[in-house]
């Protein structure tokens, strides 16, 4: 084990040339981050998914209950064990072939089977109801961190100028609001991770499951290897696009479709003009050219780098299915947007 730990925090992999893990141990004068600081994610994150809890309870039930949203679940399918056992151990959508057998069997016409295998499918879909307090939960913490990023990065002089990020870089000293930054934004991402695996199941659970793992990656690379002020840019960045798409399926949710309407061309356009403009422009540029002339490269900066590029390409992939979107819903004369970005929402959060 002590070689296994020893080959992955390989210096020569992680730091610049003639840097070593003893020069960013914390001293009486500076602070560093620590790769240990992260372990007070994890209870947290435990903290944040009751504190989740709480609030969809008290405040987000009770909010989609005044703008009668209903509590009631799809049609739930009638028991049957035999057709119970084929869809929990077999397949959910089973073919011709099985249906004419089971048809035999339970002495039942194919459509009948057919609409009960739909039901049972409905079942595993979350209400209306559960999905608007979900949104409402992630609007209220998006909208929490991306109004507290705008104020912490105000004061800090790597927005103004982000060749801050790399002026005396690793030395650079991790400050409170720094921290506390992090630590909210991979607590919150862990508190995801966590509670996909006792919310209702969704059919795109191994993909947001990838989301949640590559998001968590990220921010933990970021930290360990101290590129935080730069990481802060782009957690701000990606915030700002959430706050109004979790705003927009709400009004969805709500049936307040000209709301939506409204919410979804403000998400398209901020999520368009940061993601294709500010970012590659304001971000890349100074992770890729700023770094390089003032740190220069080193194994860990290429990785860095990669990801951030291979996040453009999805940024670009994703304004693109946005587009397309809109303009099916133009077509057809309404905007129902978080119906429709859900089937998407993977690649879209995946930006993040």
């Not at 701000?236 to 479709?257: G, I, P, R, S, T």
């Not at 309404?334 to 690649?347: G, M, P, R, W, Y």
Request: aromatic fraction near 16%.
């Amino acid at each position: 084990m002590a070689g296994i730990l020893a080959w992955f925090w390989n210096e020569r992999f992680w730091l610049p040339h003639n840097v070593t893990w003893a020069d960013l141990k914390n001293t009486d004068e500076s602070t560093f981050p620590q790769a240990e600081d992260l372990y007070l994610a994890c209870p947290l994150a435990f903290c944040m998914f009751m504190i989740r809890l709480v609030f969809e309870r008290f405040i987000a039930r009770p909010c989609a209950l005044g703008l009668k949203i209903q509590a009631n679940g799809p049609q739930k399918a009638q028991p049957n064990a035999i057709l119970e056992k084929v869809f929990t151990a077999i397949t959910k959508h089973p073919d011709e072939k099985r249906l004419e057998g089971l048809s035999k069997q339970l002495d039942w016409d194919v459509r009948t089977i057919q609409r009960w295998f739909r039901h049972r499918r409905n079942q595993e879909k979350p209400s209306t109801l559960a999905r608007f307090c979900e949104s409402m939960w992630r609007f209220t913490f998006y909208l929490y961190i991306f109004t507290y990023g705008v104020r912490f990065l105000k004061k800090s002089p790597w927005l103004w100028n982000t060749r801050e990020c790399w002026y005396n870089y690793p030395y650079q000293p991790l400050t409170v609001d720094l921290h506390y930054y992090y630590i909210l934004e991979l607590s919150f991402y862990l508190s995801l991770l966590f509670s996909q695996f006792t919310d209702i199941r969704r059919k795109d659970f191994l993909l947001m499951f990838l989301h949640h793992v590559a998001t968590i990656s990220l921010i933990t690379f970021s930290y360990v290897n101290n590129m935080a002020r730069v990481g802060t840019l782009v957690m701000c960045l990606h915030d700002a696009a959430d706050v109004l798409l979790e705003a927009a399926k709400m009004a969805n949710y709500a049936k307040c479709q000209r709301l939506c309407n409204v919410l979804f061309v403000m998400f398209a356009l901020v999520f368009i003009s940061s993601r294709l403009g500010v970012y590659p422009v304001w971000i890349l540029n100074s992770t890729v050219f700023e770094s390089w002339e003032i740190v220069g490269p080193y194994p860990s900066w290429w990785v860095f780098n990669v990801l951030l590029v291979l996040l453009q390409a999805l940024h670009t992939f994703w304004s693109y299915l946005i587009v397309r979107i809109a303009c099916r819903a133009i077509s057809r004369g309404k905007i129902s947007c978080a119906t429709n970005l859900k089937s998407h929402q993977f690649s879209i959060s995946l930006a993040q």
